[in-house]
């Protein structure tokens, strides 16, 4: 399985960095798209990326820092755009606007797109948001956006589906950190308020990432 952090607020040199996040998943699933499009499309091009290559898009909840660059859609081909079916009429409205090829699926409960990629029930009170599972055998690796309604919660929604090989995203306030210990990969990215206590707790499993960077996690798909 191959990752790219398109958006973080971190970034390597040759990329920009930004407010927010958004991850391109084995090059044609686009999770979230950070603050603005310009700089979105500018880290993937120099990916060698292409929009043309994007055949569905998931939008884990409405903050402008994970829906302000759906722009980008305009570039794109007749993509499926997954957004939880709490999203304003007016993000929906602007997603097909952007693109009017585009299939709007709103999300409620769980959701099979692929047979290894699911999305996942939206979740929460407040900000209700939705995230991707990958999955490949029994190995399972999870793509939050903010993690909103509490990473743990997410975690225990997605344990039907197999072991939790990793984590990547947004953890935002998630202080229920031995909740992690059984995970071998931990991506925190963008709004994880303890990101250095997660890289300093778990040392062999964390990493810091930021926009440019690409994982390639071995046994999955």
């Known amino acids: 399985m191959n990752i790219k952090i398109l958006y973080d607020n971190n970034a390597k040199t040759g990329f920009l960095s930004g407010w927010g996040f958004s991850a391109l998943i084995n090059n044609h699933t686009l999770f979230d798209t950070?603050?603005?499009?310009?700089?979105?499309?500018?880290?993937?091009?120099a990916f060698g990326v292409v929009p043309a290559q994007?055949?569905?898009v998931v939008l884990s909840h409405e903050d402008w820092d994970h829906v302000g660059g759906i722009a980008l859609l305009s570039q794109c081909n007749a993509v499926k755009v997954y957004v939880p079916s709490s999203f304003s009429k007016t993000i929906k409205r602007k997603i097909t606007n952007s693109n009017p090829n585009a299939d709007l699926v709103e999300i409620h409960n769980a959701l099979k797109i692929e047979p290894d990629l699911i999305v996942t029930a939206q979740l929460g009170i407040l900000k209700k948001e939705i995230s991707l599972v990958v999955?490949?055998?029994k190995k399972i690796v999870l793509v939050v956006g903010c993690s909103h309604p509490?990473?743990?919660k997410i975690m225990a929604q997605i344990a039907e589906y197999g072991?939790?090989?990793?984590?990547i995203g947004g953890f935002h306030g998630f202080k229920k950190l031995k909740a992690l210990a059984d995970v071998p990969i931990i991506i925190p990215t963008h709004c994880t308020q303890k990101k250095q206590e997660i890289l300093d707790m778990y040392p062999?499993?964390?990493r810091f990432v930021s926009a440019g960077m690409e994982i390639d996690i071995e046994g999955t798909q």
Not at 163 to 167: G, T
């Open 34 to 45: 950070g603050e603005n499009a310009d700089s979105l499309m500018a880290n993937m091009k």
């Open 150 to 152: 509490g990473l743990e």
């Open 135 to 137: 999955r490949s055998a």
């Open 54 to 56: 994007i055949k569905r």
């Open 163 to 167: 072991y939790i090989y990793a984590v």
């Open 204 to 206: 062999g499993q964390a």
